[in-house]
């Protein structure tokens, strides 16, 4: 029987009819190697896993995980850890739906060939058909605030702001970043174990950047890739501004989850950048 490759992790909350969708496009890809898809469901609504249920019977390798209670974005992909086979973990939203029925192997064969690279994340377009902003800086927290209230307005903190979103990058070109957004990621497994998955003092935001900054801190490459493209609704949980932010419990925990990475990180240097001078020496 032939080995597993990629196992592809999804975790839902109450997006069950885009997660069948989702799953229903993976099945067309075009590959020469065997996957899996795990999905988790934290909605905890028995509509939603009902959703599920009937929408992915008959998919083979495909196994559904309902939890009894919403143990967070973070802990649901670790809490499968032991069931992801092969040799890449793939890490997709639940709104995500693939066009190029190669996107996969694309991605694959260029991990293959590039054993360096421990991250990859492909072009993402949203539904407006503008490119999402998936590459980000490593965290600051003052730009955290700033992106949310007036202060977004002062030269300075605009400029920040809009180094921070990556808003000058070239989305055409192959290139290193410090953190991809894990809206769609390809990790390779030996750095997801080694590792031992999404830090778990965070509850819903700022796993990936953490652990993008400890894949560079090994050496490893985190790499954006255009070379294929995923499309998605282009809706972020975590937009708004200052008004917002008494309102809506997921902003909180953006503003929670945003502490807790700068608290660990704070005063530390750009791994990447920490890389990249040790190369040029």
């Not at 377009?125 to 955290?144: C, E, H, L, M």
Request: aromatic letters at 12%.
């Amino acid at each position: 029987m032939e080995n597993c490759k990629v196992t592809i992790l999804i975790v839902n909350h109450s997006k069950a009819i885009d997660i069948v969708e989702n799953v229903k496009s993976i099945f067309n890809q075009e590959v020469d190697f065997k996957f899996k898809i795990i999905i988790i469901d934290n909605s905890c609504e028995e509509f939603q896993a009902n959703i599920l249920k009937q929408g992915l019977t008959g998919l083979k390798d495909v196994e559904l995980i309902i939890n009894s209670k919403n143990v967070g974005y973070v802990k649901a992909h670790n809490q499968v850890s032991n069931k992801i086979e092969g040799q890449y973990v793939v890490i997709v939203n639940c709104d995500i739906i693939w066009k190029e029925k190669n996107s996969l192997l694309k991605m694959i064969d260029y991990l293959d060939n590039n054993k360096d690279i421990g991250i990859l994340g492909p072009k993402q377009i949203n539904n407006d058909g503008s490119v999402a902003i998936t590459v980000r800086a490593f965290p600051k927290f003052y730009i955290q605030v700033a992106r949310r209230t007036f202060l977004r307005k002062i030269l300075f903190f605009k400029k920040n702001v809009e180094y921070d979103e990556m808003r000058h990058l070239d989305y055409s070109k192959i290139q290193d970043v410090d953190w991809l957004q894990s809206s769609f990621i390809i990790i390779r497994k030996e750095l997801w174990d080694d590792i031992g998955g999404f830090c778990e003092d965070y509850f819903l935001f700022m796993s990936e950047a953490d652990f993008c900054y400890k894949a560079w801190k090994r050496g490893t490459r985190v790499v954006y890739y255009p070379e294929t493209y995923v499309c998605a609704d282009g809706k972020r949980i975590s937009a708004g501004g200052f008004k917002k932010f008494f309102q809506s419990w997921i902003l909180r925990q953006h503003v929670v989850d945003s502490l807790k990475y700068q608290l660990k990180y704070f005063c530390k240097k750009n791994p990447r950048e920490s890389r990249n001078q040790e190369i040029k020496k």
